[in-house]
């Protein structure tokens, strides 16, 4: 008896030994999985912190921008009409060009000193305006009404939300960061990389600060255009070969120009009497000479 009782007590002690081993084993991956499940949460908690609906900051990020390029009656008073409502929303006017761009034209002379100047032109408009974006729809709406033909409207809707929470979760890193930073000595290195680092938090900064303003106001260009214009109007000849007097006093200033052409003629004569009196003595000469050998011939 007592030879078979020992094996079932070393056998026993075997079994508790497994049993208490596997015991410990569970107990450590429970503890693991409560810690990874703790760190799951504090994560989880931390980015709904960041994305609370309660903080004015994190609410959605949604920028909205517009385009139109439609027709027109009047390309100036849309401008103005455009100008008005902008202000009446509580917007502001970014941009405003107007152009008149000639196409052709043709000059007519109505008189020695008049022409008649037909031109044809193309007048067209572009615009840029921030609206309110709440009021974008209705901003839009209002300026279609004073279209008489729309050729293109579009609006975009981006959302920026995440980029917003990104921008602010890495400047509040980059801060805590600095903050460390700052309780240590001070080098040369680390100061040269925390100022580069605070540079980073003013730009992360900057650019959330834009993108509030993006999602406050929304940017609409407009570009708008009417039917081509035709203008007439009577101007001064610029053209010096086009001022002559009139037929008959150019006729008498004709006349005028020959007699003193003539007595200009008769004073080069007379200023070369000598050659005159040369080829006469020279014509006599030649004269008598034919006739003296005339005779002698025969």
Not at 195 to 203: E, F, P, R
Not at 272 to 283: K, N, R, S, Y
């Amino acid at each position: 008896m007592v030879s078979i009782e020992k094996p079932i007590k070393t056998m026993k002690a075997k079994i508790i030994i497994a049993i208490a081993g596997i015991a410990l084993l569970a107990a450590c991956k429970a503890n693991t999985d409560r810690r990874f499940d703790s760190s799951e949460a504090d994560t989880v908690s931390a980015t709904q912190n960041a994305l609370s609906v309660n903080d004015p900051n994190t609410k959605e990020k949604l920028v909205k921008t517009a385009d139109m390029n439609f027709k027109v009656h009047d390309v100036q008073k849309t401008g103005d009409s455009i100008a008005s409502l902008t202000a009446k929303l509580g917007g502001l006017v970014m941009h405003h060009q107007m152009q008149s761009e000639k196409e052709n034209g043709r000059d007519i002379r109505i008189s020695a000193d008049s022409v008649r100047q037909i031109s044809v032109y193309n007048k067209t408009a572009d615009m840029t305006v921030r609206i309110p974006s709440e009021k974008l729809e209705d901003f839009m709406n209002q300026v279609s009404r004073m279209s008489i033909l729309t050729v293109t409207r579009k609006m975009d809707i981006e959302d920026k939300s995440l980029d917003y929470i990104s921008a602010r979760m890495k400047a509040q890193n980059r801060k805590e960061w600095v903050e460390g930073q700052d309780k240590l000595k001070a080098t040369a290195n680390n100061y040269d990389a925390t100022l580069a680092v605070k540079d980073n938090i003013v730009n992360e900064k900057v650019n959330n600060l834009k993108t509030d303003a993006n999602v406050k106001y929304s940017v609409v260009v407009l570009s708008f255009f009417q039917n081509k214009t035709i203008t007439k109007e009577i101007v001064t000849n610029d053209d010096p070969s086009a001022y002559r007097p009139p037929f008959f006093n150019r006729l008498l200033m004709s006349l005028s120009n020959g007699l003193d052409m003539f007595s200009e003629f008769l004073l080069v004569i007379a200023n070369l009497w000598v050659l005159v009196l040369v080829g006469i003595a020279g014509w006599i000469g030649f004269k008598a000479y034919r006739k003296k050998y005339a005779v002698l011939k025969v």
